[in-house]
């Protein structure tokens, strides 16, 4: 399994993670693959970026960073799901760190609606928080010096 950095959404094998998510009943990957068809979304602006987690040609875990569009200065982790039957090998976590590894902004923020995800973001670091607009966690990253 690799991890590779997803510059055109469309040209990946999305549908089996995507069906895998809508079985789930997560609707945020369909939103992921609308915003990216009509533009509104293609991870490209400064300091954005959409990766995935390959099996052999298989996508089986995407997750993304974006400008966070409700707070200034912040980059927002987004659209964070790997398949059911790849999950609890340690893939989500795998994903979040390079995603915070390239995340340029020293505040990175999300929002989770469920308590599997809010314990999953918690045991990586995130902190719970409403000190952020449409937020649910947010991570403060350690600055070197």
Same mark, same amino acid.
Not at 93 to 101: F, P, Q, S
Not at 106 to 110: A, D, E, H, S, Y
């Given at each position: 399994m690799k991890i590779k950095?997803?510059?055109?959404?469309?040209?990946?094998?999305? /549908?089996? *993670? @995507?069906?895998?998510?809508? #079985?789930?009943?997560?609707? &945020?990957? /369909?939103? *992921? @693959?609308?915003?990216?068809? #009509?533009?509104?979304?293609? &991870?490209? /602006?400064?300091?954005?970026?959409?990766?995935?987690v390959e099996d052999g040609a298989q996508l089986i875990g995407i997750g993304g960073l974006n400008q966070d569009p409700y707070n200034e200065g912040v980059i927002r982790l987004r659209h964070l799901y790997v398949m059911r039957k790849y999950?609890?090998?340690g893939l989500g976590?795998?994903?979040?760190?390079?995603?915070?590894?390239k995340a340029s902004a020293?505040?990175?923020?999300?929002r989770t609606a469920n308590q599997e995800g809010a314990h999953f973001y918690e045991h990586l670091g995130f902190k719970k928080s409403n000190s952020f607009e449409e937020t649910s966690h947010v991570l403060y990253k350690k600055t070197i010096i």
């Open positions: 950095e997803i510059t055109d959404l469309l040209q990946e094998n999305y /549908q089996l *993670l @995507l069906q895998d998510s809508i #079985d789930d009943q997560y609707s &945020f990957l /369909q939103r *992921l @693959l609308d915003e990216y068809m #009509d533009g509104r979304n293609r &991870f490209d /602006q400064v300091n954005e970026i959409l990766l995935g999950r609890k090998n976590k795998l994903l979040v760190n390079e995603l915070l590894e020293r505040i990175v923020t999300l």
